[in-house]
């Protein structure tokens, strides 16, 4: 069936530095991908989102490309900080639902 | 900006009560959404609705959990009777049509059962 596979955390970063999260996914025909992001005690937040191969998504100095050849929709952020420390979550839509990823942790310290 | 209003925030229940959530979707949203999550993993699908119809409760515990949707707006979700492992964030979500469009999620319930 349909699958998501995040990079363990956590991810510990200085703020300004560079974050890859890597995610990797299986499926059959042509999911279109996601990232959402959740912040301690809240729900997820749509961060960005690609619908076809090659497509870029971006947001808030976040981005992602759908690569279909390797399968991966990887999340990456040229500058971190210390706001954005939450939980990254790579999501894909199959057939008719979503079906998320565990999860990445990021840390951000000052 | 229009919002998934979720309720209660918080619920602490006794194992074998009862305990019941409600979701407000975002407005001329069909498809609405019960998510568990539980702590450090990703949300799972309980089950969908399109309008007032389920489309999936594939992964619903249909022994203890039932969802409703009567008239296609708010849901309902309730646990009867709990078990401790329930304990875990039911989140609500809604779309404008269907799991390719962006789901938009409410701030969620945290269960704990003692």
């Known amino acids: 069936g349909d699958s998501v596979t995040q990079m363990e955390g956590p991810v510990t970063l200085s703020e300004e530095a560079f974050l890859t999260i890597n995610c990797t996914y299986t499926?059959?025909?042509?999911?279109?991908l996601f990232w959402y992001v959740q912040y301690p005690g809240e729900g997820l937040q749509l961060l960005l989102k690609?619908?076809?191969?090659?497509d870029k998504g971006s947001n808030k100095g976040f981005e992602a490309t759908y690569r279909k050849e390797t399968t991966s929709f990887h999340l990456e952020k040229g500058s971190v900080q210390v706001s954005d420390s939450a939980v990254y979550f790579c999501?894909?839509?199959?057939?008719?639902?979503?079906?998320f990823g565990t999860g990445t942790r990021l840390q951000v310290f000052p | 900006e229009a919002e998934v209003a979720q309720s209660p925030r918080y619920k602490i229940t006794e194992k074998s009560q009862a305990v019941a959530f409600w979701c407000d979707p975002i407005?001329?949203?069909?498809?609405l959404y019960w998510y568990r999550q539980i702590l450090g993993q990703g949300p799972e699908l309980l089950v969908q609705?399109?309008?007032?119809?389920?489309?999936?409760d594939s992964q619903l515990p249909k022994d203890r959990f039932s969802a409703e949707r009567l008239k296609g707006v708010d849901s309902t979700l309730k646990i009867q009777p709990a078990e401790l492992g329930d304990s875990a964030m039911y989140l609500c979500?809604?779309?404008?049509?269907?799991?390719?469009?962006?789901?938009?999620f409410g701030p969620g319930t945290r269960l704990t059962v003692t």
């Open positions: 999501a894909l839509s199959g057939a008719y639902k979503l079906i």
């Open positions: 499926a059959t025909g042509y999911p279109s």
């Open positions: 609705f399109q309008d007032e119809s389920v489309v999936d």
């Open positions: 407005s001329g949203h069909a498809t």
């Open positions: 979500a809604s779309s404008s049509s269907g799991p390719k469009n962006e789901q938009y």
């Open positions: 690609a619908t076809k191969a090659d």
